[in-house]
């Protein structure tokens, strides 16, 4: 277990954590997309990882010792995608269906099983930096939550907690849930609806930039081809993009821009 945490789990239950200067200040000055934040954003950042930390509960597989550092990297960049959505511990309500994120020093090989049309069963490995479960643990490696970057707009925190925005509704369809008067739309059915023929166009036009890439030698784009694999994982690679590189992101996908400022900036009224 770790020191500061180690007290604060001891000492308090479920008070929200009083972060330390010395430690807020080396995450941020390791994460420059946070420290890029105003100072409003960035105070009530701090705050909201407070509670974040007094209510999550982390583990450390392989014997990987989670540091109090290392801990409120992962809180800092998880309460980034809610930082507007409320006051107090009002935005971790959409994170509330979970308490343990599960640590490993390096990506993860999980044993993968599908079935096909005809019924046959096809085992595979996947290699895995990250993984949220609907109603279930967030599983980080930590060698790529320490690589955050902006160059390569790259977050796996963010990646996986915007999947966690994403099964609100319980389903992994790129689609949080969005509440009626969405960017001026009459019924939640309608703001859906926008909202997920907006992105399929970026995500289509996304995917033949990878398939040309890949298959033509064309230039790669700048995010991850992994995006190109479904909607909600082009949702979840385009949000990091969005909070870790917003200059870039908003070249590169315009039509997404005003559609994630309305989720992301101004959902404190949403429904949960």
């Known amino acids: 277990m770790w020191g500061w945490l180690q007290r604060l789990a001891t000492a308090t239950q479920r008070r929200p954590a009083d972060v330390p200067d010395a430690l807020w200040q080396a995450t941020l000055a390791h994460y420059p997309f946070l420290a890029e934040r105003t100072a409003a954003e960035q105070q009530r950042l701090r705050e909201l990882c407070g509670h974040f930390l007094a209510?999550?509960?982390?583990?450390?597989?392989?014997?990987?010792?989670?540091?109090?550092?290392?801990a409120l990297a992962v809180a800092a960049q998880?309460?980034?995608?809610?930082?507007?959505?409320?006051?107090?511990?009002e935005p971790l309500a959409w994170y509330d269906d979970f308490v343990g994120i599960v640590v490993h020093p390096d990506e993860?090989?999980?044993?993968?099983?599908?079935?096909?049309?005809?019924?046959?069963?096809?085992?595979?490995?996947?290699?895995l930096a990250g993984?949220?479960?609907?109603?279930?643990?967030?599983?980080?490696?930590?060698?790529?939550?320490?690589?955050a970057s902006p160059d390569s707009g790259y977050s796996v925190v963010i990646h996986e907690f915007v999947h966690k925005l994403d099964l609100r509704d319980g389903a992994a369809d790129g689609c949080p849930p969005?509440?009626?008067?969405?960017?001026?739309?009459?019924?939640?059915?309608?703001?859906?609806?926008?909202?997920?023929?907006?992105?399929?166009t970026s995500y289509d036009d996304f995917r033949e930039q990878v398939i040309k890439a890949e298959r033509f030698g064309?230039?790669?784009?700048?995010?991850?081809?992994?995006?190109?694999?479904?909607?909600?994982?082009?949702?979840?690679v385009a949000s990091e993009a969005y909070f870790v590189n917003?200059?870039?992101?908003?070249?590169?996908?315009?039509?997404?821009?005003?559609?994630?400022d309305a989720f992301y900036l101004r959902p404190a009224s949403y429904g949960r």
């Open 55 to 70: 209510e999550k509960e982390f583990h450390g597989a392989q014997d990987l010792l989670i540091t109090d550092a290392m």
């Open 78 to 89: 998880a309460c980034l995608p809610v930082l507007h959505f409320g006051p107090g511990r």
């Open 108 to 127: 993860v090989v999980a044993r993968r099983e599908v079935v096909d049309d005809d019924g046959v069963v096809h085992h595979y490995d996947e290699v």
């Open 131 to 147: 993984e949220a479960m609907q109603a279930g643990p967030v599983m980080l490696s930590w060698q790529d939550v320490s690589a």
């Open 178 to 200: 969005l509440p009626a008067g969405f960017l001026g739309a009459t019924s939640a059915r309608q703001a859906r609806a926008h909202w997920l023929a907006t992105l399929q």
């Open 218 to 236: 064309a230039p790669p784009p700048w995010l991850d081809a992994y995006g190109a694999e479904a909607i909600d994982e082009f949702f979840a």
């Open 246 to 260: 917003r200059a870039r992101f908003t070249q590169d996908f315009p039509a997404l821009l005003p559609l994630f």
